[in-house]
């Protein structure tokens, strides 16, 4: 059963994590958005963290679980950015993903079952 994950990144600009290679490189909503979707559909996000850890095989991979129907949307208010991801994921690896890509440059609201 789908989740609706309500987030906010108070300041985009430091929604950024501290791996560069992993971190967002969005500068609008939408980029946010795409990106976030994108690391929710697919593995290369977490593929990529794996492979940088120091014993790549003991990482759980369940963190590396995928939504391929994973929808999250976007809209600005003022400087801060609002996201609404909707996806069947558990929030532990949504969390796992969103620390990745913005380290703790965000914000859970609110979550909602759809």
């Given at each position: 059963?789908?989740t609706r994950?309500?987030l906010?990144?108070?300041?985009p600009?430091?929604?950024?994590?501290?791996e560069?290679?992993?971190?967002?490189?969005?500068?609008?909503?939408?980029?946010?958005?795409?990106?976030?979707?994108?690391?929710?559909?697919?593995?290369?996000l977490?593929?990529?963290?794996?492979?940088?850890?120091?014993d790549?095989?003991?990482?759980?991979?369940?963190?590396?679980?995928?939504?391929?129907n994973?929808?999250?949307?976007?809209?600005?208010?003022?400087?801060?950015?609002?996201?609404?991801?909707?996806?069947?994921?558990?929030?532990p690896?949504?969390?796992h993903?969103?620390?990745?890509l913005?380290?703790?440059?965000?914000a859970?609201?609110?979550?909602?079952?759809?």
């Amino acid at each position: 059963m789908p989740t609706r994950f309500h987030l906010r990144l108070s300041d985009p600009s430091k929604a950024r994590g501290s791996e560069p290679g992993l971190a967002f490189r969005a500068l609008s909503a939408e980029g946010f958005a795409e990106e976030l979707q994108n690391a929710l559909r697919e593995d290369g996000l977490f593929k990529r963290w794996q492979a940088a850890q120091p014993d790549p095989d003991a990482v759980d991979p369940a963190l590396g679980a995928t939504d391929p129907n994973a929808v999250v949307s976007a809209a600005q208010h003022d400087l801060a950015i609002d996201l609404i991801a909707t996806t069947s994921l558990p929030g532990p690896v949504l969390r796992h993903r969103l620390r990745l890509l913005a380290g703790h440059g965000w914000a859970l609201h609110d979550v909602t079952a759809v």
